[in-house]
T-cell receptor, first 110, second 113 residues
Framework: DTAVSQTPKYLVTQMGNDKSIKCEQNLGHDTMYWYKQDSKKFLKIMFSYNNKELIINETVPNRFSPKSPDKAHLNLHINSLELGDSAVYFC?????????FGPGTRLTVL | DQQVKQNSPSLSVQEGRISILNCDYTNSMFDYFLWYKKYPAEGPTFLISISSIKDKNEDGRFTVFLNKSAKHLSLHIVPSQPGDSAVYFCAASNSNTGNQFYFGTGTSLTVIP
């Protein structure tokens, strides 16, 4: 009965590859997010969707493309991976002003 | 341009004593503040929040204090327990501009038994 789940938990890949991270929430929330936590532990928002519509799109390379097939899912696709993309990516959903986070996906680009 | 700062990366406290974690922000438009707790290999979990109309909010052993004039908030945990050992993130938002949250870099709390 996990509230916010992400797959995979770990992802190791070569530079230049394309990869996706999936996120699902079973809380019935309308808003979902993607955050990136870099090596300095700074947790920074990347995207936010409300009812499948993009509402926040921070300064993120266009190699990153979120996809929301329905309001319970927000997937993150990354093209042409670079070394600097190595980080932990967290998905979250919210009801009001409280966010619920997934366990994170540790992406390592070699 | 980090708008939320946690200047202490780590803190060690004896079990039973008070833990005080601090957070500073720069944007005077922030009106809602939250604390999250994070264990290794898990996502952050919501702990406690406070609106700018209050200066204190208490929930069991956890109390958050807000000083708007100083743009400072703090989380007090008393008494501290070994299970409180985790990374604590402060977050802030302007509730009028949508659900955009700004996080600090976290403070790693170790409660020594």
């Amino acid at each position: 009965d996990t509230a916010v789940s992400q797959t995979p938990k770990y992802l190791v890949t070569q530079m230049g590859n394309d990869k996706s991270i999936k996120c699902e929430q079973n809380l019935g929330h309308d808003t979902m997010y993607w955050y990136k936590q870099d090596s300095k532990k700074f947790l920074k928002i990347m995207f936010s969707y409300n009812n499948k519509e993009l509402i926040i799109n921070e300064t993120v390379p266009n190699r990153f493309s979120p996809k929301s097939p329905d309001k319970a899912h927000l997937n993150l696709h990354i093209n042409s991976l670079e070394l600097g993309d190595s980080a932990v990516y967290f998905c979250a959903s919210s009801l009001g002003l409280t966010q619920y986070f997934g366990p994170g996906t540790r992406l390592t680009v070699l | 341009d980090q708008q939320v700062k946690q200047n202490s990366p780590s803190l060690s406290v004896q079990e039973g004593r008070i833990s005080i974690l601090n957070c500073d922000y720069t944007n005077s438009m922030f009106d809602y503040f939250l604390w999250y707790k994070k264990y290794p290999a898990e996502g952050p979990t919501f702990l406690i929040s406070i609106s700018s109309i209050k200066d204190k909010n208490e929930d069991g052993r956890f109390t958050v204090f807000l000083n708007k004039s100083a743009k400072h908030l703090s989380l007090h945990i008393v008494p501290s327990q070994p299970g409180d050992s985790a990374v604590y993130f402060c977050a802030a938002s302007n509730s009028n501009t949508g659900n955009q949250f700004y996080f600090g870099t976290g403070t790693s709390l170790t409660v020594i038994p």
